[in-house]
């Protein structure tokens, strides 16, 4: 996304309550979940979606494909539209959005070299007769005889020395995700707040930290809150997650799917076993279903408090799980840090004790810490580089009390 050269569009990411996809909605209403009725809001009615009905879409699969793939693209356009229109819409009926050629699609979007789950099949090996394989899978689907697959455990080795667990799904599974996920990005791209990144279309590392930048340039940034959910891929609550979801989605059909996947257990060395909380890393929903509990669980909270609560300028920048906010009073970012430590509580989920911080950063920190015999400013580590802030010299025909300040990030030992 092209950005202005005054920074005026990457601050706005940093600073912004909205989402630039038109989340003007009423959505502080659900900043407490527990108190945002369910069926709140208009249901939206099958012919507003722009579809036909579920019967008739089924059997599209004749069609031709040019005008079958119009009319599909149509109806998720639609849902996108009716999405933007009210924010407490819940869909009804998404699943038959769920079409062969999304099915063929979502294969042809999944990566070619990516290890096989515990089906043992490969990319290259399903293509063949796929068109036989992905009509099979639809009709599982719209039946409900569909039965997910549990996930194969594997590790990749982390920074510190430990292992990361991933989750690697059949191949099916992941054609099936894909196809939902696509449905769903409809809906909750036009939630999703200005702040969030990650793991959504056009909002990649490099766009937060794009963000971040310009928003300790521009605003009153004097403490920084560098923070990580411990555990959050392993210890996201299904219970939640499903409420969380079911704001905005009322076809049982696809909050069954959902139900599915995180149900379907874990496979390590041949052995399985159950999963009550989490959802795999490596598993292709799994990053849309966590900026959505985040989305609720911290994402409207910080639209809440940054509006009723904060003294001072706030600039917030999440990429998945790991966040930094930037407070221009101790007070605010003491405040902050204590009542989301309490948010987080109540959805099974806290900091990490040893990869959260607050210190002062900023265009004064030096001379703060100075004159009271400290040292130099702490730097930070977000998405690989490193971030530490000073000051230039003066520029020139400016005034002695003129110094411009910089914040400058470079890339971390390793990354």
Request: glycine fraction near 10%.
């Amino acid at each position: 996304m092209p950005v202005p050269e005054d920074g005026v569009g990457r601050l706005e990411k940093a600073m912004s309550q909205e989402s630039n996809m038109h989340v003007g909605g009423e959505s502080d209403g659900c900043v407490l979940p527990s108190k945002c009725p369910n069926n709140g809001g208009r249901l939206l009615a099958e012919g507003t979606e722009g579809r036909q009905p579920t019967k008739e879409n089924i059997g599209q699969a004749t069609a031709p494909r040019t005008q079958s793939r119009i009319g599909e693209w149509s109806g998720l356009l639609g849902v996108r539209k009716a999405a933007r229109k009210d924010k407490r819409t819940r869909f009804t009926a998404l699943l038959h959005h769920v079409t062969v050629n999304l099915l063929r699609d979502s294969y042809y979007a999944l990566k070619r070299d990516a290890a096989p789950g515990v089906d043992g099949t490969t990319w290259k090996e399903y293509e063949t007769g796929l068109d036989e394989k992905l009509v099979d899978l639809h009709g599982q689907i719209h039946r409900g005889t569909y039965r997910a697959q549990p996930s194969k455990r594997t590790y990749i080795p982390k920074a510190d020395g430990r292992q990361r667990p991933l989750g690697i799904a059949a191949l099916e599974d992941k054609i099936a995700q894909q196809a939902v996920v696509t449905v769903l990005n409809q809906i909750y791209e036009e939630d999703f707040l200005g702040f969030s990144y990650g793991f959504r279309p056009g909002r990649s590392q490099h766009d937060a930290l794009d963000a971040l930048w310009v928003g300790i340039l521009r605003k009153k940034v004097n403490w920084i809150l560098d923070a990580d959910i411990r555990g959050f891929f392993d210890n996201l609550s299904h219970e939640w997650l499903v409420k969380f979801i079911e704001h905005r989605v009322a076809d049982r059909r696809v909050l069954r799917l959902i139900q599915k996947w995180l149900r379907a257990g874990v496979s390590e060395e041949g052995k399985w076993s159950k999963t009550e909380v989490g959802t795999p890393q490596g598993a292709v929903a799994s990053p849309l279903l966590a900026n959505i509990y985040l989305h609720y669980a911290f994402d409207l909270w910080v639209k809440h408090w940054r509006k009723h609560h904060a003294t001072g300028d706030v600039i917030v920048v999440r990429y998945a799980d790991v966040i930094v906010a930037g407070f221009e009073n101790r007070a605010d970012a003491e405040r902050f840090l204590q009542e989301w430590k309490e948010r987080l509580q109540k959805f099974g989920l806290e900091l990490h004790p040893d990869k959260t911080r607050l210190m002062e950063f900023g265009r004064d920190a030096a001379e703060n810490r100075k004159q009271r015999g400290e040292g130099k400013p702490e730097v930070f580590n977000f998405l690989g580089f490193t971030h530490m802030g000073g000051r230039l010299g003066r520029p020139a025909g400016s005034s002695s009390s003129e110094r411009r300040f910089v914040s400058d990030s470079l890339p971390s030992s390793g990354s």
